[in-house]
């Protein structure tokens, strides 16, 4: 049976752009459109066919559209991630003691869907939080009308000093940060934080900071002020543990914690309720991997997700399930979620350009991957290196008995590491 586009949810589709998430209004428009993208219909060869040359257009367009938006799928590292920071943020926002809120700290490496998980969390939560208080400021001051922002997004700057991260802080709400100096701006960022009833800050992209660099270790030292401020502190960033942001930290085994000490910004200030050491929670958003019957199992699942949502004309049943095509997919994209979507975005519309409406080795063997972004820093780790290109894939952390990530680390030859320090294992 002919099926016609419907030209209403194409237009839907297409007119939904990615707002930036830094902001206050940005946040609120993802977070209350990021509903499902909805997907070009189902056509047979012969439906298609069957359709006017503009009507195939049309569908052809919205079969990319399709492609380029797949659904972001749970995966067994990111449920074991989204578990950790709902549980942290939810407990802390239900806490009513002035104590330092315990942090989460989520580490992987680029393009393995951290930023996503987190604020796909994130956003769950603020949903929650708004319908629980009828979506009204529970804090506001009588008479105003304050902006009710449970959490915050914000990237660190790239070249990150303590000025510039707490006016990206206010920049997420709009406050005023001219002419300000660290300790008005320090003042600032606690006064938004509590005005707009923020419970989570969420600071990605946090391994541009480089520890060699004294106002990147004040930048650090700063953060851990914003634990004082009765939220819960998310940051997310590349090879955390490599990065020596947790030079200063020890490992305490028995809360299973990575422990910080208090910071001098917040005692200077007077924005320390406790004298109790800032504690972080480390949780690795890992790649998947082929080596167990689990592993290669969740990756089939994922491949059976990924192909559920595809929109090519001539698609076997099986085809990226079947066969070595998922030995293929893993040998080319190192089990890296970001480098397997772009390799199957890539390819499908390779695949109809060129009539073939399918998915295999030799047409995914002539497109070539690259991940050319400049909202990412490259040597922050944020784009990863690419299997068979020049220069090998990064290795991926290796699980330590603590618990935690151990990663293989970058070159270090022109770093300066500072003092020699211990931490605990």
């Not at 920071?85 to 700290?105: C, D, H, Q």
């Not at 506001?140 to 914000?154: C, K, S």
């Not at 085994?253 to 910080?260: M, T």
């Amino acid at each position: 049976m002919n099926q016609e586009p419907d030209r209403h949810d194409l237009a839907e589709a297409l007119a939904r752009s990615s707002p930036r998430r830094d902001t206050y209004a940005g946040w609120q428009r993802w977070r209350t459109t990021r509903g499902p993208f909805a997907p070009a219909p189902r056509l047979t060869l012969a439906e298609w066919r069957a359709l006017s040359p503009a009507q195939r257009a049309l569908h052809d367009l919205h079969r990319t559209a399709t492609h380029v938006n797949l659904p972001l799928q749970e995966t067994p590292m990111s449920l074991k991630v989204a578990r950790l920071v709902n549980r942290r943020i939810r407990n802390n926002a239900l806490k009513t003691r002035p104590s330092t809120r315990a942090g989460v700290m989520v580490t992987g490496w680029g393009y393995q869907g951290k930023t996503e998980t987190v604020c796909e969390v994130a956003a769950a939560f603020e949903d929650a939080w708004l319908a629980m208080h009828n979506y009204v400021h529970p804090g506001a001051v009588e008479g105003t009308r304050d902006l009710h922002a449970p959490v915050a997004y914000v990237q660190t700057p790239v070249t990150a000093k303590p000025k510039s991260t707490c006016q990206s802080i206010l920049g997420f709400f709009g406050a005023e940060a001219r002419r300000l100096t660290l300790p008005q701006l320090i003042r600032q960022v606690a006064d938004s934080l509590d005005d707009h009833g923020t419970k989570a800050l969420i600071l990605d992209d946090i391994t541009r900071l480089r520890m060699h660099r004294a106002d990147d270790q004040d930048t650090l030292d700063l953060i851990r002020a914003f634990m004082s401020m009765n939220v819960t502190l998310v940051l997310v960033g590349v090879d955390i543990l490599g990065s020596g942001l947790l030079r200063q930290g020890r490992w305490d085994p028995q809360r299973r914690q990575w422990v910080l000490p208090p910071s001098q910004h917040a005692r200077v200030h007077g924005l320390e309720a406790t004298q109790t050491e800032r504690r972080f929670d480390l949780v690795e958003l890992d790649r998947f991997r082929y080596s167990t019957p689990e592993q290669i199992a969740a990756f089939h699942d994922h491949l059976a997700g990924l192909q559920a949502n595809l929109r090519l004309l001539k698609a076997p049943a099986d085809m990226l399930t079947g066969g070595h095509m998922p030995e293929y997919l893993m040998r080319r994209t190192d089990g890296v979620v970001g480098l397997l979507e772009r390799l199957i975005e890539d390819g499908c519309q390779e695949a109809m350009d060129s009539g073939k409406e399918t998915l295999d080795e030799a047409l995914l063997d002539d497109i070539v991957l690259s991940l050319d972004d400049p909202d990412r820093d490259p040597q922050a780790g944020e784009v990863p290196a690419i299997p068979g290109s020049s220069g090998p894939a990064p290795a991926a952390p290796e699980t330590t008995a603590s618990g935690t990530g151990r990663a293989r680390g970058r070159n270090t030859t022109f770093d300066d590491h500072g003092p020699e320090t211990r931490t605990g294992s």
